[in-house]
């Protein structure tokens, strides 16, 4: 079965500043790999997705995310932090072989950018 | 493009009273799904619809959740009766089949007193 760890609850960044969410997974076989962010009272909305190829994948609002095989890791990294990026983050994991339809989310990460 | 629907938004009932929650997927997303999400937690798969078709509901507490998604379109999700216990954020969320990114809805928060 596949699990997702995101070893931080909390992560705090000031404004400007290089910010990094830290994501771990376990699957069988070929991961597919997501990030979504949820602001308050809302759905999650999805940021980025890695299938294959490329292992720095890009995403909205200037996001990008690694994966690394051997360390079965799907950090979410963003350059320069914004005071609007203060949000709830998730990681979720699917095996390539169910066509991504079975997520296992992450338990979240909330990022808080101070000005 | 209209996201994904649902109703309402806020709920609060009693427990062992029924409950019933509605979500309408965007048009021509095949697959619809049911999440319910714990305080602090991440989202947790109920069940999930291809078409008409629940292909997947393992994790649906039978004895007291039925889901229906007649014509594969909408759906809904009823709790009878409702436990302290089921106080949480239902989220609906709809892809396409073959597809990879789910599109969730802003979700009904449930309150049991």
């Known amino acids: 079965a596949q699990s997702v760890a995101q070893p931080e609850d909390q992560v705090n960044v000031a404004e400007g500043n290089p910010l990094t969410v830290k994501c771990t997974y376990s699957v069988s076989g070929n991961p597919y790999l997501f990030w979504y962010v949820q602001y308050p009272n809302r759905g999650l909305q999805f940021l980025l997705k890695?299938?294959?190829?490329?292992?720095l994948v890009k995403g909205s609002y200037g996001f990008e995310a690694e994966f690394n095989k051997s360390q079965t890791s799907f950090h979410l990294k963003k350059p320069s932090a914004l005071v609007s990026d203060s949000a709830l983050y998730f990681c979720?994991?699917?095996?390539?072989?169910?066509?991504?339809?079975?997520?296992?989310f992450g338990p979240g990460t909330r990022l808080s950018v101070l000005p | 493009e209209a996201g994904v629907v649902q109703s309402p938004r806020y709920k609060i009932i009693e427990k062992k009273q029924p409950v019933a929650f509605w979500c309408n997927p965007i048009?021509?997303?095949?697959?619809l799904y049911w999440y319910r999400q714990n305080l602090g937690q991440g989202p947790e798969l109920l069940i999930r619809?291809?078409?008409?078709?629940?292909?997947?509901d393992s994790q649906l507490p039978k004895d007291r959740f039925s889901a229906e998604r007649l014509k594969g379109v909408d759906s809904t999700l009823k709790i009878q009766p409702a436990e302290l216990g089921d106080s949480a954020v239902y989220l609906c969320?709809?892809?396409?089949?073959?597809?990879?990114?789910?599109?969730f809805g802003p979700g009904t928060r449930l309150t049991v007193l």
């Open positions: 048009s021509g997303h095949n697959t």
């Open positions: 619809y291809e078409n008409e078709e629940a292909v997947d």
């Open positions: 979720a994991v699917s095996p390539s072989d169910n066509y991504g339809q079975n997520f296992v």
């Open positions: 890695y299938i294959t190829g490329d292992n």
């Open positions: 969320a709809s892809s396409l089949v073959g597809y990879n990114e789910q599109f």
